[in-house]
């Protein structure tokens, strides 16, 4: 059965709103998505009636509430078709999952060892990789991009060498919306001895996710992106990737004995999680993975995929606009740049008709610098998005090029 987007908006309390007198258009998904009432009536009801902090608690409290938390992270595990949910760390969101990640593995590095990434990866998917260039002397290497916006696999397998250690890359891309050929670069990477991380912020909302299909090392989720909250995200590990990576920070329940001259450690996922874990958090996402499950991907996809498709057209007509990333298969994101008009202006007008759309370098400016722009424009399109609420964009996007030009 088709998806009844008007019944599911009804679900978000957000998209009644009113911005500027219109009715509230919202394009910023890549960035954040909103929220259902599932969501919110999970956190607040937890936080209302049965709220304590979670594990070592004897009383009724503190057993309910790390039930639901617990739950939680068997919601994610089966959501991502992890093994079990020993496999799942909790984290504040996937910048942390990355910088835990990348903080753990830095006594495997050794100077001259090579870290590959993509040029259209998100900074939180750079920066801690930088971390380790700068304190112990690792090599990045960089896989560039096609001219439709694809990851260059041939190039990617030439950077492979026997010095290569990690490989980090995207899942989807945040500005250009490519979907990575991730099970090849697992198993290319797995093949030249290293280990590998997805980074599936973007493609948690928009794939039907299977780590052990993808057979890599780690994956990262962010919640705000999968319609859940903010500040929560989920960092999956193999057994033996996470057997391996240090610790990331002290204290709580991430320790097994403490004494004044020696510290052992819980096993995962306890062992990631120091001190109190963002509980709420966690419940609302588990709730948001269960909201989102209720819907078939397939439709989900399609459905995104007509919206995208039908701006995608429209601003083709347009002169001197130009879209970035045309990749086969992308997601629902649709960055563009107009000439003489700055993103910014472009953002600031469409918000006068009430269209959230983003503008900016999206924290990839590695990225940008590859694209030849300083910035771009972003509509990202989600499951409660209409034809006509891409039409309204569409409209507004004239008026603001008339007034600006």
Known sequence: MALNIDQIRQQFPILRREVNGHPLVYLDNAASAQKPEAVLKAMTGQASHAYANVHRGLHTLANETTEAFENARAVVQRFINAPAPENII???????AMNLVASGIGQQIQSGDEIVLSVMEHHSNIVPWHFLRERYGAVLKWVPVLEDGSLDMQAYQDVLSERTKFV?????????????????????AHDAGAQVLLDGCQAGVHLDIDVEALGCD????????????????????????????????????????????RVTYNEAPHKFEAGTPPILEAIGLGAAIDWLGAFDFEEI?????????????????????????????????????????????????????????????????????????????????????????????????????????
């Open 301 to 405: 996809t399609e459905h995104e995929d007509r919206l995208y498709r039908r701006a995608f057209d429209a601003l083709s007509s347009i002169n001197g606009l130009r879209m970035h990333g045309q990749a086969s298969g992308k997601g629902p994101v649709l960055s563009f740049s107009a000439d003489g008009i700055h993103p910014h202006d472009i953002a600031q007008l469409l918000d006068r008709y009430g269209i959230a759309v983003r503008a900016g370098h999206h924290c990839a400016q590695p990225l940008m610098t590859h694209l030849g722009v300083s910035a771009t424009a972003r509509a990202s399109f989600g499951i409660y998005n209409t034809v006509e609420e891409v039409d309204a964009f569409i409209d507004a996007l004239h008026k603001a090029r008339s007034m600006l030009l």
């Open 168 to 188: 980090s890359v995207t899942h989807m891309s945040n500005v250009l919306g490519t979907v990575t050929d991730a099970a090849r670069i697992v198993r290319l």
């Open 90 to 96: 909790f984290t504040k969101g996937g910048t942390e």
């Open 218 to 261: 780690f994956y990262v989720l962010t919640g705000h992106k999968i319609y859940g909250p903010t500040g929560i995200g989920a960092l999956y590990g193999t057994a033996e990737a996470l057997d391996r990576l240090a610790p990331y920070q002290g204290g709580g329940e991430m320790i097994e004995i403490v004494e004044q001259d």
